[in-house]
């Protein structure tokens, strides 16, 4: 079964588990590969075969990810249950346990993000030439109300989901593919003046 495009965490627990910069690895690595068992990850991230092993089952028990057909022990093959990870906090409506666990999943998650990028950036000199353009970074101030800040969010996940068919149907890679990871971000300014309300 096809993992699903999309789940929105609710649970605390759940979200807490993704409060690992090895996890987020792992999840980025099943999604590029499709699958991996535990000796692939250690070879693919650089870590011990038990330490993968271990994160592995805690994405397993939170129900990220889940065994894939063949193999067994140690070589038995992991693959995502979904593709997306999101979750929202209602600092208003949410329990303190849920904004914790989501500041740090979130904290967790832009730490690992921002590596990635500063790690493809150092090795962007060593990429073929035609490729060098892909480590691209851009940033604006828009003064935005919150229905077009919404538009805006609209606007751009059409833009990353016209792509998402290829991640588990191989056989809509065009030729000459490589995997690119898109970010992207929106955050109140510092300096701007909290609106009422």
Request: aromatic content about 8%; overall charge negative.
């Amino acid at each position: 079964m096809a993992p699903e495009k999309h789940r929105n965490i609710q649970d605390p627990k759940q979200l807490r588990a993704l409060a690992h910069p090895l996890r987020w690895k792992i999840i980025d690595l099943l999604t590029i590969e499709g699958q991996a068992t535990a000796t692939r990850c250690a070879e693919a991230l650089d870590e011990s075969v038990a330490s993968c092993s271990y994160h592995l089952n805690m994405l397993a028990k939170y129900d990220y990810i889940e065994q894939a057909p063949g193999g067994q022990g140690r070589e038995k093959p992991w693959r995502m249950t979904s593709y997306e990870q999101s979750w929202g906090i209602d600092f208003h409506k949410s329990s303190p346990e849920m904004v914790a666990a989501g500041e740090a999943a979130s904290e967790t998650f832009l730490d690992y993000e921002l590596t990635r990028m500063k790690r493809a950036l150092r090795r962007g000199s060593s990429e073929p030439k035609s490729w060098r353009s892909a480590n691209r970074a851009a940033a604006t101030v828009a003064f935005v109300t919150l229905e077009e800040l919404a538009e805006m969010h609209t606007e751009i996940e059409a833009v990353m989901r016209r792509y998402q068919d290829r991640i588990d149907n191989p056989d809509l890679r065009p030729e000459g593919h490589r995997a690119v990871r898109v970010f992207t971000a929106t955050t109140l300014a510092d300096t701007d003046k909290q609106a009422e309300g």
